[in-house]
């Protein structure tokens, strides 16, 4: 058990620092975004108007928008002071307005479409900019965190390579030990008995 322990921990610090060397953020100059509240209990449907963020973090790789949790918990606290607190919030964004209004499109058809809303029909609102506006997220300076190079990438995974056959090694000679202990010592010169199964 301890061996399965080990080697979870080995393979999580592996993956940690793996991970800290390729989560890079770069600034976007602009990106749009708006936002859709809905709720299970009222079927009214609110949509933001298209806002726009300027200077907005983005992981690099994947492209996403730093923070997204934040404006929908944003937009979730603007319902929750109206007295609406069950409310579901989602973010929309894009780095281009053609892109953001083909989304805003796309999303508003899935509510207002009547061949796929027979039996529902939802009430669609605007909540205008003058209402509500999504205030910038700061971004989180990873700077604090040591980043380590490839160098000593490498000596890290080596060094736990090396400590996870340490303690094989030192298991193995517990057991061999253990079982060493279990037989009677030799009497007499002679051999000492094998354990029956």
Not at 135 to 150: A, F, G, N, R, W
Request: net charge positive; proline share 5%.
């Amino acid at each position: 058990m301890r061996l399965i322990r080990t080697i979870i921990c080995v393979i999580a610090l592996l993956f940690l620092i793996n991970g800290q060397s390729q989560a890079k953020s770069v600034c976007k100059p602009k990106v749009y975004l708006f936002g859709v509240s809905i709720s299970f209990n009222d079927s009214t449907v609110y949509f933001t108007d298209v806002q726009q963020l300027e200077n907005a973090w983005v992981i690099n790789k994947s492209k996403m928008l730093e923070g997204r949790n934040v404006y929908a918990n944003q937009l979730k606290s603007y319902f929750s002071d109206l007295g609406e607190k069950d409310r579901t919030c989602v973010v929309y964004y894009a780095f281009s307005e053609k892109d953001i209004q083909k989304k805003l499109a796309k999303v508003r058809k899935r509510f207002t479409n009547p061949k796929k809303r027979k039996y529902e029909h939802y009430e669609i609102k605007t909540v205008a900019r003058d209402l509500f506006v999504f205030q910038q997220v700061t971004h989180q300076d990873d700077e604090d965190e040591p980043t380590l190079s490839k160098e000593e990438r490498k000596a890290a995974e080596k060094a736990a390579k090396q400590a996870l056959k340490d303690k094989r090694k030192a298991e193995a000679q517990a057991a061999r030990d253990k079982r060493k202990g279990a037989m009677p010592p030799p009497s007499n010169g002679q051999r000492p008995p094998r354990p029956e199964n």
